[in-house]
Nanobody, 128 residues
Framework: VQIVESGGGLVQAGGSLRLSCAAS????????IGWFRQAPGKEREGVSC????????YYSDSVKGRFTISSDNAKNTVYLQMNSLNAEDTAVYYC??????????????????????WGQGTQVTVSS
């Protein structure tokens, strides 16, 4: 499985970015895919996750109402539209995929510990 993120960069506070995650090299139909982030000195955290089969979506409280996850199944690509960015959103953003259960059948709908396949990450820096 290959996961490739793109779209990170430097943006001013209040601005927007759209991250893309292209996934390839897998054949299973049921999977969860999500966005995670890790700021310097902090643990990796789940930002938004979704299920391939039922379309269930999860957002962390810190991004709810500002970020939107979406997918283009024909391209095996998942996007994260990030609006109203602030300095606390500065982090390396990772896309990850895990086969199997819908996110709400998991112990945690968006825990990085439950995802097997990871991209290399893309840096998002928000200047205040």
């Amino acid at each position: 499985v290959q996961i490739v993120e793109s779209g990170g960069g430097l943006v001013q506070a209040g601005g927007s970015l759209r991250l893309s995650c292209a996934a390839s090299g897998f054949s299973f139909d049921d999977y969860a895919i999500g966005w995670f982030r890790q700021a310097p000195g902090k643990e990796r955290e789940g930002v938004s996750c979704m299920s391939s089969r039922d379309g269930s979506i999860y957002y962390s409280d810190s991004v709810k109402g500002r970020f939107t996850i979406s997918s283009d199944n024909a391209k095996n690509t998942v996007y994260l539209q990030m609006n109203s960015l602030n300095a606390e959103d500065t982090a390396v953003y990772y896309c990850a995929l895990d086969r199997g259960a819908s996110i709400y059948y998991r112990n945690d709908p968006c825990s990085p510990y439950e995802y097997e396949y990871w991209g290399q990450g893309t840096q998002v820096t928000v200047s205040s």
